[in-house]
């Protein structure tokens, strides 16, 4: 490495030695107010909270410390039970946990990224420990009641049939059964052209309802037996996806989309994306549409969690979820169509959705309440299928999300945290009562608690004019200017909220940020526009990503404001985030290098022009078209990526950079990061590396996170002029 490009310094990690040689002494590393790295990330995460359809059983994956298990709890005490006993920070997830009806078994994945298909992928899972044993996505049953699990088969996705007997599942594309005690091999149900996914039982699990994706279109079909065809719903030239079985077995809704094809629409512009509702017979095939979306930006297919959250539900009523007002709202339709009923009317996001064992209401949470503070929270509502009468059933400075029912009707379950209590499973009865935390005392005891702070609310504007908000972490006391840094969320549908946060990635991130200001940082958090939350237009604006960039304003006016708060050193502000977060740090040090002293960048994005990238696939596709079948705006649109691109503002990037990434990223191709490190080379500018053979986007194992995690902190410390406690060297040649 050339004098010019400063120093650069390259973690490759042997996870064989969980954190190596340097890695306890970066975790273990005492902050200013008293608690590590490891304190602050050893919470105990829950997902893939479920219920059985029956009775009042409930099961979740606890991540501790990396060690996932299957956990489940029952009747009125809910007291929380241990199911497996897997003991490694293998990086090896635990997903699509499900009960089944009789209450007998739990059947769960392990292995795999619950961000990508990896059954598609002939079954291999990533490899994070680096190995030499190719770790595969299996699919396993373990008795409710305790024992060992059994391995029911390579694959994904998996569908208990309702008569609690068989699985079926995803593997290589196709759809296959397989017994739920493992007493048979998997075998494959159905044979169908196209790849074949999103397995739905008939309520009476005599059928097969699923989607056959053939490239520019796709069909819903519903298998009964080897001896009768497939039927297929009111085939067409569009894209169905999303079947759902009336109660009585009888019919299916499904959503409709256009096919892909038509005259080629610019690329720089916003399109609407209408959609339909159709409902079918499920024996003949015969359907018609219910309803149909307007064909106007506010009416196109809904992006958000669930997107349709299509439900048929009781009473004849099918509910669904669209941006048709501007927000994500819920609506309810008779089966026999006619105008929809907005069950959800107001200025707010409807998110997590689920029904009532009986399809009489729905539970979901929203970013509503009492508070205005609550548009940055999450609380859990009911509201019945065929009146506008939503009652909220939780309140306060709490956050609450992905609700459920149990089968027997009693208790509403759902995980819950706040600003310094990390997330839990809780329940509370259906009727009425207050809610409660299971498995509290699975919280480590040294787990810094009432050290953390409470992050506030702050509104500023970016220099269009957009609103934009962001939560501001800081510790009171000190009379001297204090560094400052930028965070940055990925996605870009997110939002970073006044407490914990609902996804496991973000509670890392939280975390990093109580810690930053557990050392004397101010940090502020940027909800920056495309993310969720605030509205359609919000989420998409115009000029966004790799068509203008318009969201950095409101990253650069993050910046600014922390430069105009009286107890910010206005030249030391840093910025850091991952994935999207990742490209507009390297964007915001490219262009504004005046702003940010510093910057950590996460598996960024860096060029949009780029074969890797979402947007040059779609350049290098338009490309080899037809003269007539391409873009009107190609070529603009071409330019116009670029210049939203990092790498078209290395010449203006001054102040040094940590890059972390984990090269086998299926996300973010590891190139993006090869290619950016070449080039500030190049251009002089200082940048430290920090590479994880084997690890994902979203790194798996939890020793990685801590050493990204220490390696943030330190990185601006020795950058910024952070807490003295923590500025010891590390790396090669310092």
Do not use: C
Not at 129 to 146: D, K, L, N, R, W
Not at 238 to 247: F, G, I, K, V
Not at 310 to 339: C, Q
Not at 714 to 728: I, N, P, Q, S, V
Request: aromatic fraction near 10%.
């Amino acid at each position: 490495m050339s004098n010019r490009s400063s120093f650069v310094f390259v973690f490759t990690v042997a996870f064989a030695a969980v954190l190596g040689a340097i890695g306890p002494a970066m975790a273990q590393t005492p902050a200013a107010a008293g608690f590590t790295i490891a304190q602050v990330t050893s919470y105990p995460y829950p997902t893939e909270l479920t219920t059985a359809p029956t009775g009042s059983r409930v099961a979740w994956v606890f991540n501790e410390r990396g060690v996932r298990n299957v956990y489940v709890a029952e009747g009125s005490g809910f007291q929380a039970r241990k199911l497996t006993d897997y003991t490694n920070d293998d990086g090896q997830e635990l997903t699509n946990l499900s009960i089944s009806a009789d209450g007998k078994w739990v059947v769960y994945v392990r292995g795999g990224d619950h961000d990508a298909n990896w059954a598609a992928e002939g079954g291999l899972a990533p490899d994070p420990t680096s190995s030499p044993v190719q770790p595969y996505v299996e699919i396993f049953a373990v008795p409710f009641a305790g024992g060992t699990p059994k391995l029911l088969a390579q694959g994904d996705a998996p569908v208990i049939s309702p008569k609690s007997d068989r699985v079926a599942y995803e593997s290589n594309n196709q759809i296959l059964i397989v017994p739920i005690d493992g007493s048979a091999a998997g075998k494959r149900l159905l044979f169908s052209r196209g790849t074949i996914h999103s397995p739905e039982w008939s309520p009476d699990g005599s059928r097969l309802a699923f989607v056959s994706n053939r490239g520019d279109h796709s069909f819903v079909g519903v298998f009964t037996s080897e001896s009768e065809p497939i039927v297929w719903l009111a085939p067409s030239t569009s894209r169905d996806a999303m079947p759902r079985w009336s109660p009585d077995g009888t019919h299916l809704a499904f959503v409709r989309l256009s096919g892909a094809g038509g005259a080629p629409q610019s690329l720089l512009a916003l399109h609407p994306n209408p959609w339909q509702i159709w409902t079918a017979d499920a024996r003949t095939g015969e359907g018609r549409v219910i309803w149909k979306s307007p064909e106007t930006l506010h009416g196109s297919y809904p992006t958000s969690e669930g997107q349709a959250n299509l439900r048929w539900m009781s009473k004849g009523r099918i509910t669904f979820l669209s941006d048709v007002d501007g927000w994500p709202h819920l609506y309810s339709i008779s089966e026999n169509g006619g105008a929809p009923l907005l069950l959800t009317p107001g200025k707010f996001m409807v998110e997590y959705v689920a029904s009532s064992p009986d399809r009489t209401y729905l539970v979901y949470n929203a970013n509503t309440g009492a508070s205005p503070e609550d548009v940055d929270r999450r609380h859990i509502f009911t509201v019945p299928v065929d009146r506008a009468e939503p009652i909220e059933r939780t309140s306060g400075d709490g956050l609450e999300w992905a609700p459920t029912v149990t089968g027997d009707g009693s208790t509403i379950v759902f995980l819950g945290g706040g600003a310094k209590r990390p997330p839990l499973p809780m329940v509370m009865p259906a009727s009425q009562g207050a809610p409660r935390a299971l498995a509290a005392d699975h919280i480590p005891t040294d787990f810094p608690t009432d050290q953390l702070v409470t992050p506030k609310m702050v509104v500023f504007r970016a220099a269009d004019g957009t609103v934009v908000h962001g939560q501001l972490f800081e510790r009171a006391g000190g009379s001297a200017r204090k560094p400052a840094v930028v965070f940055v969320h990925g996605g870009p549908p997110r939002q970073m909220l006044l407490g914990w946060h609902y996804m496991d990635y973000y509670t890392n991130s939280y975390a990093v940020n109580q810690y930053l200001a557990s050392n004397g940082y101010v940090v502020l958090a940027v909800n920056y526009r495309l993310g969720i939350g605030y509205g359609h237009d919000f989420h998409h604006p115009a000029s966004a990503g790799a068509f203008g960039a318009a969201e950095y304003q409101d990253v650069k006016a993050g910046g600014l404001y922390l430069k105009s708060l009286p107890e910010v050193d206005p030249k030391r502000i840093g910025i850091w985030g991952g994935s999207y977060g990742g490209f507009l740090t390297a964007l915001a040090l490219g262009r504004n290098s005046d702003i940010f002293a510093a910057g950590v960048d996460l598996h960024g994005v860096h060029d949009f022009t780029e074969p890797q990238s979402g947007a040059g696939r779609a350049f290098a596709a338009a490309a080899q078209s037809g003269q007539f079948n391409r873009p009107p705006d190609l070529e603009r649109a071409r330019d116009v990526a670029w210049q939203s691109s990092p790498v078209s503002s290395v010449k203006t990037w001054k102040s040094p950079v940590l890059l972390i990434q984990g090269d086998d990223d299926r996300n973010v191709q590891f190139h993006q990061t090869v290619d950016l490190a070449r080039r500030l080379t190049a251009h002089g500018v200082q940048f430290e590396e920090l590479v994880l053979p084997d690890e994902i986007h979203g790194f798996l194992r939890h020793a990685s996170w801590l050493i990204a995690d220490s390696a943030t902190a330190r990185f601006f410390d020795r950058m910024l002029g952070g807490a003295k406690a923590t500025t010891a060297a590390v790396g090669p040649g310092r």
